[in-house]
């Protein structure tokens, strides 16, 4: 008894800094309950999966629609769950005119409810003729997620979600660009006006008489500074047999019009150029993210954190390549080679839904939008899931309309490096646009690598 007597004091000292800690706990804006990281990857995946299943049908997102409404879904749901990821930073800070609702730090969150009502919101915003699909996934998410937790934590999870997704989409319409965009792709550019002689832009059959996106340059970034926007100037034009020029046109015409097993192959395994076939080139990096997703069993804080970054860098290399694409106004190699070299010459890109041979992406060629997109997000998910990850991608196995066989990758530049390359035998890039563009994509990555993500 003398001896507890005797330490009394220290006990209440005690008993004084447990208090004091736990109160200091209570004072930070972290919710109690489960952070993100303790649940999979599933709320994320299965709106991803939704997004490619409508983009792929979407007259006007492809190539930069598309890409920006993923950035944005991504931000919106990183900042959504921020205060249940402890490791991590708001982006907020970083862009002007954005503001985003706060959870409350003394309350508990489902945070795949949150991602649920967040994603919903704004695949509604940007995907309004899709609400049937988009109101049935959100509700089939909505009963499974209601069974794992209580009805107030799940209505403030959901009321949370929504907030933070409006104040996105709020700061999307003030992008007077890029917003909306997608209503119509040929809106204020003419090329004509452009044009001042062989080695230009010229519509290509059968493709539309404008361009598209020819204003996309001047939509928002997330990471990139406005000289960041513009890579090296092209080979100098020239029809001479001994200008770099004509050989570059030279290499797309050999390899196209009698093309490898091998080189057919991967130009119709990374082609992704068609409406109502497959999905885009920039959101092709989100099913390859949704691979690595489930072969990793990743957690929900991973797979927001990938999804967000992918996003950006996609988002910031379309903006940066179709700057450098309308600065430059590279005519595509069609054009020369049916000028210079063969006038019966048609591209590989072959239509099988409307049997149109001979098809061109229809803006200008320099630098590549495939090869920029792929680099960036390859560069995203390499900072995440490593140098040497390995991935047999699957994006389109099993497909009849083209050789849908998987292929293998020893790392994510391996497969931005085929990507880019793809576009040669395909018939519609010189291989300047593909090195240029692979070069310009890894820079817009590396860009978003480097903000400020973790503390």
Not at 136 to 157: G, H
Request: net charge negative; glycine share 6%; hydrophobic share 35%.
């Amino acid at each position: 008894m003398k001896r507890l007597t005797k330490n009394y004091p220290y006990y209440l000292l005690f008993g004084f800094l447990v208090l004091f800690n736990a109160c200091n706990d209570d004072d930070t804006n972290q919710p109690s309950g489960k952070n993100v990281a303790d649940y999979s990857h599933e709320s994320i995946s299965v709106w991803n999966q939704l997004f490619l299943k409508i983009e792929r049908y979407a007259a006007g997102y492809r190539p930069g629609p598309a890409p920006r409404a993923h950035a944005y879904l991504g931000l919106a749901n990183y900042e959504a769950c921020i205060s249940g990821m402890p490791d991590f930073n708001t982006q907020v800070f970083n862009y002007a005119g954005l503001s985003i609702p706060q959870a409350n730090g003394n309350d508990e969150y489902h945070w795949p409810t949150v991602v649920n009502a967040s994603s919903a919101f704004l695949m509604r915003g940007f995907f309004p003729n899709n609400t049937n699909d988009i109101n049935a996934l959100e509700t089939q998410y909505e009963n499974k997620y209601l069974a794992e937790t209580s009805q107030d934590i799940f209505d403030r999870s959901v009321a949370h979600g929504q907030a933070v997704a409006s104040a996105v989409w709020e700061w999307s319409k003030t992008d007077a660009v890029s917003h909306d965009a997608y209503l119509d792709p040929f809106a204020g550019y003419n090329w004509q006006e452009h044009f001042d002689g062989p080695g230009d832009w010229v519509p290509t059959v059968p493709g539309p008489p404008q361009p598209m996106f020819g204003l996309w340059g001047q939509a928002r970034v997330f990471a990139i500074s406005e000289t960041d926007k513009l890579c090296p100037a092209p080979f100098a034009y020239g029809e001479n047999i001994n200008s770099a020029f004509y050989a570059q046109a030279l290499e797309v015409y050999s390899r196209s019009v009698n093309p490898s097993y091998e080189d057919e192959w991967i130009a119709e395994f990374w082609s992704d150029d068609l409406i109502n076939l497959t999905f885009s080139p920039g959101p092709r990096w989100i099913a390859i993210a949704d691979q690595v997703y489930e072969a990793e069993n990743s957690s929900l804080e991973t797979a927001i954190y990938a999804n967000v970054k992918v996003g950006m860098a996609l988002n910031d290399a379309a903006v940066s390549c179709w700057h450098s694409k309308y600065v430059y106004n590279v005519e595509r190699p069609e054009s020369f080679i049916q000028r210079v070299i063969d006038p019966n010459y048609e591209p590989l890109l072959y239509n099988p839904i409307t049997f149109e041979p001979g098809n061109t992406p229809a803006f200008p060629a320099y630098p590549s939008g495939h090869s920029t997109m792929g680099a960036a997000a390859a560069e995203a998910l390499t900072d995440i899931f490593g140098i040497q990850y390995t991935l047999t991608d699957r994006c389109h196995e099993n497909r009849t309309e083209f050789e849908g066989k998987p292929r293998l990758f020893y790392s994510f530049y391996d497969m931005a490096e085929e990507n880019a390359i793809s576009r040669v035998p395909l018939g519609v890039h010189y291989r300047m646009d593909c090195e240029v563009g692979v070069d310009l994509g890894y820079r817009c990555g590396r860009k978003v690598n480097a903000l400020n993500w973790k503390k």
